[in-house]
């Protein structure tokens, strides 16, 4: 096929999320637990599954287009691709992970030039290596294929590279963070000569753009109702919208019709309020997009 677009879906703890959200774009996947190769309802678009930690890696020698991984994994290969935007998905996890430089509870480590010599064990190791390399610390740096924090405790390593949403398990196993290496969140990243080329780049520009209405709808329900038109003030104070609420007359009526777009947590609270100022045949309903 002339006009065809190679979509990296990542497979793994942002696999389900990242079908889900397809979907309320636009775009139906399917996958099977058998088949690394998920159809899609776009003829136009051949999907497959990969490791996020290898996403960059494949888009760079061109075997696909465009993918979704986290911003780690994609300096943590230094690859050469271009990142499109970021996809903070609310269902995994509106905060960053972060990258930290953690050491033991007796270490006498207060920053990265302390350890000097020392040997750090993580699964970044790339960028981790590059990080210290910047800084002339000398540091030997040792692929970790899990249980990192168990390494530090049982001083198998000087430290550890780690990554954490909140430091909460660091803190419980009675560790320390000595400084952040990086932040880092969900993007797509495309190759650079799919981005080059103008059919794949609007395709792709297409996919992100619809992929981001539906990103924002996420968590936000849109509200209408009926209210008395001496009240419009007072209810318009009341909510809380992304722009300003629409307001339009009832045919032959004192009334207005009144709608808006809030997050679906603040309904709860809400809607009693309005009540109490008169307001009539309150709607909630839900939002795939918001563009």
Partial sequence: MANELKFGLPKGSLEDATVELMAKAGWKIKTSSRSYFPTSDDDELKCSLV????????????KLDVGI???????ENDSDVVEVGEMVYSKVSRRPVRW?????????VEKPEDLAGATISTELVGFTQRFF??????VEVEFSWGATEAKILKGLCDAIVEVTETGSTIKANNLRIVCELMESVPVLIANKDAWADPWKRAKI??????LKSALRAEGMVGLKMNAPGEKI???IKLLPSLNRPTIAHLYQSDWVSIE??????EVRKIVPELMSQGAEGIVEYPLNKII
Avoid: C, F, H
Wanted: aromatic share 4%; net charge negative.
């Fill in 133 to 138: 390399a910047e800084r002339n610390i000398p």
């Fill in 260 to 265: 808006t777009i809030m997050p679906e947590s």
């Fill in 233 to 235: 003030e007072e209810i």
């Fill in 205 to 210: 520009e297409r996919i992100y753009t619809m």
């Fill in 100 to 108: 930290v430089l953690v050491v033991g509870p007796d270490s006498k």
């Fill in 69 to 75: 991984a986290g911003r780690d994994w994609v300096r």
């Fill in 51 to 62: 490791r996020p930690q290898e996403m960059a890696k494949i888009l760079e020698r061109g």
